[in-house]
């Protein structure tokens, strides 16, 4: 076997921890990728390059949020209904009526420009019209139902900051802006393989021994919700010879390498030899479950991040850190994910100083149950589990009814 780098046996085999791992990612790799300006059709998913300053005010003119009457406050009488002749009307995209002479009401309706003079607006539900004019209730505060210009953002002020990857509110709020192209992100290069001499593509005959491969079409789907362009690297066989070869030829060409599988300690799994032979390793055993086996390193000084095997070990160590990961050297600022406090509705022990994240479902009762099988192989809990329970380093056992972070399955994926 190749000889491993010093910086690897710097730990001595030991497991490092989560925290320190994406310390060490965080440390280790800048953003790498350039700029470029996109149609906004074409930005979701996309990294904003820099803080989007807002060109204009939203609203861009005050306006009004009910369908209903322009009034001016000061002229409604405190304690009982205001009789008010009428004069004008504005609809939405056309110009106000007005100026509206004191001691009137103007016909108005919702996103239409308020008309010089009032400062607030009945709903019509509110209103009586009459010949004589509109009769409006007491009470209403000044300046309700009336939506000042740059009351969602100012003109000149951070709509969005950069780094931010973009999604479709965020669309939603450029186009609103005005903004019909956005500058982004170039996408990271990521070439992805799979490993294993039992691995093979869908949908080709499945011959004894085999399995399809599941992680680089997972983990592909992953890379281009994120923004990434994937250049597929295939499948490797078992042999570092071939390994070490593929990967150093892809990293010329890539920004970013990803493997699953081969880096365990069997005598089979040669990926983490492979990168100590072409490059070198900066970490390879996470105290993290699923997942332990997981290596960063590098080739010719393309970042390489070897996941585990098993689809779920290589879910959860691409969301530790695959992630933080890919978004430094894309440019996006890294957001751990939000966990949510939830109630244990079993008891479970883990061995002390490793991270475990358990596939629990939750329940219409708020209660988060166990995903029935445990193995790090079953891809139908990633399918079916609602969120994973995030226990700590220090922790050796959960009892029923304790309450623990859990991150929702639906933020790991994008
Ligand atoms: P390894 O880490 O290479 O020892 O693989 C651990 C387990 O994950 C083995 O059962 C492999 O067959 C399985 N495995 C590895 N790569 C994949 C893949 N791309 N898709 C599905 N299963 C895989
Ligand atoms: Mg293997």
Known sequence: MAQLSDDCFAFGGALLPLDDAQARVAALHACVAGREEVALEAATGRILAADFIAPIDLPPQTNSAVDGYAVTHADLLADRPTLLPLFGRTAAGHAPAGPVPRGHASRIFTGAVMPEGPDTVMMQEDCEATDAGVVVQPGIRRGANRRPAGEDVARGAMALPGGRRLMPPDIGLLAALGMGR?????????????????????????????????????????????????????????????????????????????????????????????????????????????????????????????????????????????????????????????????????????????????????????????????????????????????????????????????????????
């Open 182 to 414: 956005v500058t982004v992100r170039t996408p990271l290069r990521v070439a992805l393989f799979s490993t294993g001499d039992e691995i093979i593509d869908p949908p080709a005959p499945l011959a004894p021994g085999r399995v399809y491969d599941a992680n680089r079409f997972m983990l592909a789907a992953l890379l281009r919700r994120l923004g990434a362009s994937v250049l597929d690297g295939g499948i490797l066989p078992d042999d570092r010879r071939a390994t070490q070869e593929a990967l150093a030829a892809a990293a010329g060409r890539a920004d970013l390498m990803l493997t699953s599988g081969g880096v365990s300690t069997g005598e089979e799994d040669h990926v983490r030899a492979a990168i100590a032979a072409a490059g070198s390793l900066a970490f390879w055993r996470v105290a993290i479950k699923p997942g332990r086996p997981v290596a960063l390193g590098e080739v010719a000084g393309t970042p390489l991040l070897g996941l585990p095997g098993n689809p779920v070990a290589a879910l959860v160590t691409f969301a530790a850190l695959g992630r933080p990961l890919l978004d430094r050297l894309a440019g996006a600022v890294y957001a751990p994910p939000s966990r949510f406090a939830v109630a244990s509705g079993f008891a479970y022990r883990k061995k002390a100083g490793r991270r475990e994240y358990v596939r629990v479902q939750i329940g219409a009762d708020g209660i988060a149950r166990r995903y029935p099988k445990e193995g790090a192989g079953i891809i139908t809990s990633l399918t079916e589990s609602d969120a994973l329970m995030e226990l700590p380093e220090d922790m050796t056992e959960l009892a029923p009814g304790d309450v623990a972070p859990c991150i929702p399955m639906g933020l790991l994926h994008g």
